[in-house]
């Protein structure tokens, strides 16, 4: 790979850059790797000071959220930055752990679902309008795509360090 998580937009579309757009989208492998966790797995932090499971399914859906709220802005050509947001000071100020990781998981579903039904809405026309994402021009799909480019980090963030 060329980028690593610190160059941010650029690797999370390399990450996902391979795979068609709704097949990203559609794909199970983040649900099937998380229900098969328990409740004490799913808290469980590697190291001090760094998230649990929970945490991270959180992140993952409060990532989705935003990135689709500003790719909605984007297929409606508003002039807008795609920028950055404080992970930590959402994280930080979520109740993640202490929800079950069902009711994460049914979060993480819905907030899928409301993305699935938005990008089947998509024309090719806005597919291709373009935006920055810090310093980086990129098309409303190659956005989209990043969106799952993430997941897919902290997915192998999950099999790495945690399981």
């Known amino acids: 790979m060329r980028y690593t998580p610190q160059d941010g937009f650029p690797y999370y579309f390399e990450l996902a850059q ?3 757009l709704s097949a990203l989208f559609a794909s199970l ?7 098969s966790l328990s409740e004490e797995k799913a808290a469980y932090r590697y190291a001090s000071g760094k998230w649990s499971i929970k945490q991270i399914v959180g992140h993952i859906t409060d990532h989705e959220r935003i990135k689709m709220f500003r790719a909605f802005q984007l297929s409606r050509k508003e002039e807008v930055q795609l920028w950055g947001y404080d992970q930590n000071s959402l994280v930080n100020n979520s109740r993640f752990d202490e929800l079950t990781l069902p009711q994460l998981l049914t979060d993480y579903c819905n907030v899928r679902e409301a993305s699935q039904s ?9 597919f291709i309008i373009k935006g920055w994402a810090r310093q980086h021009e990129v098309s409303l799909e190659d956005f989209l795509k990043s969106i799952i480019g993430h997941e897919l980090h902290h997915l192998n963030i999950i099999k ?3 399981l």
Request: without cysteine.
């Open 18 to 20: 391979e795979q068609e």
């Open 29 to 35: 492998k983040t649900n099937a790797l998380l229900e």
């Open 118 to 126: 938005f990008i089947d809405t998509l024309s090719e026309d806005q």
């Open 160 to 162: 790495e360090r945690y």
